[in-house]
């Protein structure tokens, strides 16, 4: 069988260190640090050379990078980070993804959500549960709907990645766009899980 190579002649957009605080987790601090500062450095050297537009991190859980930062200084900054979001998100979650944001310096155009679902769209919260108190009056919408707009609030981020092999719920998701947030009751959800004011 002749294998077929699909050659797009267009460098990435945007290339991802994925989880690195999965391969860091076993290191010592310092030695974690030097790792994961020398795999930003190649993805920075990758972005320089063409081989990709920007680079990025995407971190699943981002306190243990957190705590990885403060073992040196020098790292290089990515352009793009992406990390959980959305109403799943503990307090210390959701705090230890904004924190990230502010350590990089990144700016809120170039944070992007994943997962709001929390890797389980069928559980029956995602259509019981009435998040209407969190949008705008007047707004037609179904509960996937609402939980996805959240999650562009649940840390702030411009882009959502979600996975699907429906048309039908594609579409509803990107309905979910459109809807208007109550600004007050996300500060007030988000004041009453973290405690901050």
Request: hydrophobic residues 40%; glycine residues 6%; charged residues 20%.
């Amino acid at each position: 069988m002749e294998k077929t190579v699909c050659d797009l002649s267009v460098p990435p957009a945007v290339v991802l260190l994925h989880n690195p605080e999965e391969s860091l987790r076993p290191l010592h601090r310092a030695q974690a640090f030097d790792y994961f500062a020398d795999a930003c450095a190649e993805l920075e050297s990758a972005a320089k050379l063409g081989l990709c537009d920007a680079w990025g991190i995407s971190s699943w859980e981002p306190g243990p990078l957190l705590d990885v930062l403060q073992a040196g200084n020098g790292c290089p900054t990515p352009s793009t980070l992406m990390v959980r979001a959305g109403l799943t998100l503990s307090a210390g979650q959701l705090n230890a993804a904004e924190r990230l944001a502010w350590e990089f310096d990144v700016k809120p155009d170039r944070r992007w959500g994943m997962s709001p679902f929390a890797g389980n769209t069928s559980d029956p919260v995602w259509t019981s549960t009435n998040f209407t108190p969190f949008l705008e009056p007047d707004q037609t919408h179904t509960p996937v709907q609402a939980a996805v707009r959240l999650a562009f609030e649940l840390p702030q981020c411009t882009r959502l990645a979600v996975g699907t092999s429906s048309e039908q719920h594609l579409a509803e998701l990107f309905g979910a766009t459109q809807l208007d947030v109550d600004a007050g009751a996300v500060d007030q959800y988000r004041e009453l899980i973290t405690g901050s004011d």
